[in-house]
């Protein structure tokens, strides 16, 4: 089979293109995907780059070749002995938490929890734009934050970096609960981020939103400890001083630390760092959120599209050829939602 792979860490350089790669085979609670499009999510450039070695190393059992590449859209072309929910021929999508292989390549093989039927209503290309950028958010919601829907529903929210995949994601399930919502990117993106359900449109090139803001409920920063300093104090001085407020963060120091000192040492440091700012920001929740997987969140994800509550936004479509020019556009960090790798 074709796909691209690294055998090594580095810049984009180190995506080869290869056409005879091993087709994998599915376990008895796996299904064959013949993929048809994946996208590029920030990790895929860090993780390029050697960002989490500390723990992704141990967890694959060859350090490289390394397919990289979380989301897929295509179709199933085998089922495990104990798969009974899909059959040949489907068409699924989905994210893979898998440390051993990912989706830039013609197949893979994903766990059947991980997998589920693709929106009918929408293409290949945009299917693999929203999984990963969808149960992101969705984790950090429910899994970190520990809120239902019900509790989000009417809230104040503030989005930083609407733009992005998860920004252009969060505006539209935020939007779907009837929340009141704030966000930042650059001019050109402003049109985009209102017509997706945004009140407040901050340029964050020419105003500092803490002095804007007041009075929120809740904060997903998708610019965290990657931003200025100072971002995560100004983010908490836009919510209420409450404990129903709460601030949540995709960029923490948790996996650097253990880069940084080695998993043994970096673990409980990272966790007292968090155990920290926890108790700093009393009586605000403070919370460091990890993407994991979910089959309900995908499931509601299908039902959202599904009712064209939440639409695909694709900022440009390469194919998996020129795999290093997509991971150079996201590079830039100003990509307008998705970038996805047609196969
Ligand atoms: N913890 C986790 O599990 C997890 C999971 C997913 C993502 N993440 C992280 O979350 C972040 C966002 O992911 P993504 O997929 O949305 O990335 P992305 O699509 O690459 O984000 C690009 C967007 O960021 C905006 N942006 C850049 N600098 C900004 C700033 N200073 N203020 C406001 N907006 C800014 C850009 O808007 P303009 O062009 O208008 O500037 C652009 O639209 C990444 O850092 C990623 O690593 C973490």
């Given at each position: 089979m074709y796909g691209a792979v690294i055998s090594e860490y580095g810049g984009s350089s180190v995506l080869k293109y290869k056409d005879s790669l091993d087709e994998p085979k599915p376990k008895a609670n796996q299904v064959l995907v013949e993929i048809r499009a994946s996208s590029v999510n920030p990790i895929d450039l860090m993780k390029r780059e050697g960002y989490g070695k500390s723990v992704f190393e141990k967890q694959r059992?060859?350090?490289?070749p390394w397919i990289l590449g979380s989301d897929f859209a295509g179709t199933i072309k085998e089922v495990g002995s104990k798969v009974s929910r899909f059959s040949k021929g489907d068409e699924v999508w989905g994210c893979t938490s898998d440390p051993n292989r990912g989706c830039y390549a013609q197949y893979g093989v994903f766990n059947q929890d991980e997998v589920d039927f693709k929106p009918s209503n929408i293409s290949f290309n945009e299917a693999a734009s929203l999984p990963y950028v969808a149960l992101t958010t969705w984790a950090a919601l429910i899994r970190w934050a520990t809120l239902r829907p019900q509790d989000i529903q009417n809230k104040k929210v503030f989005i930083q970096a609407g733009a992005g995949g998860v920004g252009t994601f969060a505006i539209q399930l935020f939007s779907s609960w009837n929340c009141n919502i704030a966000t930042t990117c650059s001019n050109k993106n402003r049109k985009l981020v209102e017509e997706l359900g945004a009140q407040t449109v901050i340029n964050y090139l020419e105003q500092d939103f803490s002095s804007v803001l007041t009075d929120y409920d809740i904060v997903l920063d998708s610019i965290g400890d990657l931003g200025e300093e100072g971002v995560m104090n100004k983010c908490i001085k836009v919510?209420?001083?409450?404990?129903?407020s709460h601030y949540i963060t995709l960029n923490h120091p948790l996996v650097r630390t253990m880069d940084d000192k080695g998993v043994l040492l970096g673990l409980p440091h990272a966790l007292y760092l968090r155990q920290k700012v926890k108790r700093e920001n009393k009586p605000i929740n403070v919370h460091w959120s990890l993407y994991r997987p979910s089959l309900s969140g995908l499931q509601e994800l299908n039902k959202l599209v599904s009712e064209k509550k939440v639409k695909p936004v694709i900022d440009s479509v390469f194919s998996l050829k020129d795999i290093n020019l997509a991971h150079d556009k996201v590079g830039?960090?100003?990509?307008?939602g998705k970038v996805v790798i047609e196969m």
């Open positions: 059992s060859n350090s490289f919510l209420k001083p409450l404990d129903t830039t960090g100003h990509s307008s």
